[in-house]
């Protein structure tokens, strides 16, 4: 089998639904820091995985059919390189591709992941003010999920998928989103719209409350700097079961740029300002990240993250430098290194 490092950032820098190169392939990366994060109760000092983006092994094989057709597969699993622990599924799909667009079926990521996402300068990253504030609880991968992206025409492309969530005879975790986004040279621009139905978890409860999240996303290449942008809407009911659940509605925005020196020299920066229309629940707060990294090849980085959310209220629900503590952290810096293979 052939192992190549690149395949996943060729996913990532591709932007839509990943096909996989000819032949069986295994790819992945190993990525851990040093960290240091800080909350109202005090701050740790760890060995974290998954600064840049999460430890994971990644099988992926594509089979030509003829006509310009192909057939592929991905079974993504990430896991805990500081310790060892998992894997837990990420990605798990199946699907064709063709002269009409790409069908796929199975657990992958979402419409507004890859437009929204694009427009992350960090590429959601463990510290991605994109991925931490903006959307929080809304989601970027479904299981059970049927995606179909069309072929792209004069630089348009649309993404649709339909998740059929628990599948146990209700509308619980069921999902519905419609995308499109342009591209032309330097230029992106992309829209996409998500309806997400949730269970109560009040006890005794039957009710399943619905959410919708509207993301615009924009970025431009000015030769070595790629400025970008992100305007959200949010308005329902969101829910991480069976811990916390919560009613609210608003907006939030994104500006940032990826910067590339060099070759070897790369920055990012991201700030992002929430505006919760309650302020109960949630809280309108402020949240910025920034990042260097040094690109010993094409496959090996040496990087070091900052970011810090500053919230206006002290709501129970509090957005996170990263998910991977508890409390929500307010502030944290890494130095680690990525190798993909």
Partial sequence: MKCKG????GMLLAGGQAVAAEGPTISGWIDLNMERISSPKGSTERISSGGLNSSRLVFSDSEDLGDGWKAFFTHEMQFDASTGAGPTPRQSFVGMSGPYGTLSLGR???PSYWVAGYADPSW???YSMVSNMEFFYAPYRESNS???NTPRIGGVQGRFMYSAGAE??????????TGFDYRNGPLFAGFVSDLTNTKSIVPGSNAIPTSRDNYFALTYKLGSIEPTFIYHTYNGYYAYPPYVAFQSKGWDMQIGARY????RNSFFGSYVRRKDAHNTSLSDANGAVFGYGYHFSKRTDLYLNYARIIAKNNTPIQYPVTFSSNPAPTSGVQLGIRHGF
């Fill in 6 to 9: 690149a395949v996943v950032v």
């Fill in 146 to 148: 049927i995606n179909y």
């Fill in 168 to 177: 146990d005879g209700t509308r619980n975790g069921r999902y519905i989103s």
């Fill in 260 to 263: 590339n020196l060099d070759s």
């Fill in 124 to 126: 959601s990253a463990d």
């Fill in 108 to 110: 992958q990521n979402t």
